[in-house]
């Protein structure tokens, strides 16, 4: 066949092509890396982005933006301020007491007694009344003692007067001196005489022994009273103590002159200065304690047989830092406290020291003038947002570190550069 004059049809027909009469397919070769490269430059722009951000954090090319707390699909919501009442820890002084209870005594108390054996005739004191010493207090039937007294007050007399002139006829020589020696012993044994008729009339009145008030009358009128029966009780409610017995490991800790305070619950509460005016000078074998005597203050409200709560005064710290025991919680039986510093409460152990009913020593842990939470300390944790009132309900300003840079910037107005062009 001669192909030089072969004639070759060919023409191409929608994707196939045609020669000498037949139809052949064509493959289409420049499509296929077409759609290639187009789902490989989408893949490339997908995961592009993501690069770039892990490279950027990675890199450390800028810090990224605080997400508000709690964001989601409604937006952001700022963190929920705690309410919380704060004190402020201040500079004082401190005592170590030693707690201790006494029942007040008087040691000026008499139990008044009759001398005389007779009937109740007069009642010239009732209780409550104050008597001074030798005030008659009550008298005895008294009238046939009495008249005694003048029989033998009357027979002195007139042995003074038989003694006088014997005085006068023996000085004359006109009596012998038996005789006169005679009326000398009768009138010293009249004069005995008399004195016993005195002293007889003189027991038939009850007399106070001390100054002080009459705290039980046990007798009335009629009654017959014998020799040495109990009549009175009188007390000088000036001679008040309260006598304590202290742990003899603390005997070296006394001395004289030591303060203390005693407080009786029936006078709420107020309390007495005391001081100790008597140290015994021997320990109590059985007890193994020591007993001493505190001198009170002179109070009218202060009664004998009164239970009292003693506060005895072991030693005292000057100018420290004092804070108020509602502040203190207690993790594990250690103590700690919430410090409000820029608008957020730190949870900060502290050592104690001497305490009393409502006030603790800080050794450490907190410095005076420290902002320190006073209620609302269930609710916290370390490191909470917190709105601060003192005790008076008044807010009180805090520093808050919560914002971040765009917030504060936000409150004082947008920043210069806040269209995105270039400054």
């Known amino acids: 066949m001669d192909v030089g004059n072969r004639s070759v049809a060919a023409r191409q027909d929608g994707g196939g092509v045609e020669r000498n009469g037949l139809r052949m397919k064509s493959r289409n070769w420049p499509a296929v890396p077409t759609a290639a490269l187009a789902v490989g430059l989408c893949l490339l722009g997908c995961g592009g982005g993501g690069g770039e951000e892990r490279s950027g954090a990675g890199h450390g090319e800028g810090p990224p933006q605080r997400l508000a707390k709690g964001k989601g699909a409604g937006g952001s919501q700022e963190e929920t301020r705690v309410p919380v009442v704060v004190t402020v820890a201040a500079r004082g002084d401190m005592q170590a007491f030693l707690d201790s209870s006494s029942t007040l005594e008087a040691e000026a108390s008499v139990e008044v ?56 006829l023996i000085r004359e020589e006109l009596i012998p001196e038996e005789d006169f020696q005679q009326v000398q012993f009768d009138l010293a044994r009249a004069e005995i005489d008399w004195q016993q008729a005195v002293l007889e009339l003189e027991r038939t009145r009850i007399v106070a022994p001390i100054s002080g008030t009459v705290t039980e009358r046990m007798i009335n009128v009629g009654n017959l009273v014998r020799e040495n029966d109990p009549v009175y009780r009188v007390v000088d409610f000036d001679s008040l103590v309260a006598p304590v017995y202290v742990p003899e490991k603390l005997l070296g800790s006394l001395r004289v002159g030591q303060q203390a305070v005693v407080s009786p619950p029936a006078l709420g509460e107020t309390g007495v200065p005391a001081r100790i005016k008597r140290i015994s000078p021997v320990v109590d074998s059985q007890s193994g304690t020591v007993k001493i005597i505190l001198d009170m203050d002179r109070s009218t409200d202060l009664r004998p047989g009164m239970f009292a709560n003693v506060k005895l005064v072991l030693d005292r710290h000057d100018d420290v830092v004092v804070l108020l025991k509602k502040c203190l919680v207690y ?41 320190v939470v006073l209620v609302g300390q269930s609710t916290l944790k370390d490191g909470s947002l917190v709105g601060a009132e003192d005790e008076q309900g008044r807010p009180v300003e805090l520093p808050d570190e919560t914002e971040g840079p765009l917030e504060r910037a936000g409150k004082s107005g947008p920043p210069a550069n806040a269209g995105g062009g270039r400054p």
Request: charged share 40%; net charge negative.
């Open 113 to 168: 007694v009759s001398q005389a054996t007779g009937v109740v005739a007069e009642i010239l004191a009732e209780e409550g009344d104050r008597f001074l010493e030798g005030r008659t207090l009550a008298r005895l039937e008294y009238k046939e003692i009495e008249l005694a007294e003048k029989r033998a007050h009357s027979e002195r007399e007139r042995l003074r007067a038989d003694f006088a002139r014997a005085e006068k």
């Open 331 to 371: 993790e594990d039986e250690e103590p700690y406290v919430f410090v409000v510093e820029q608008g957020r409460a730190r949870k900060q152990p502290v050592l104690l020291g001497y305490q009393d009913e409502s006030r603790a020593e800080v050794i450490s842990g907190l410095d005076a003038g420290q902002p």
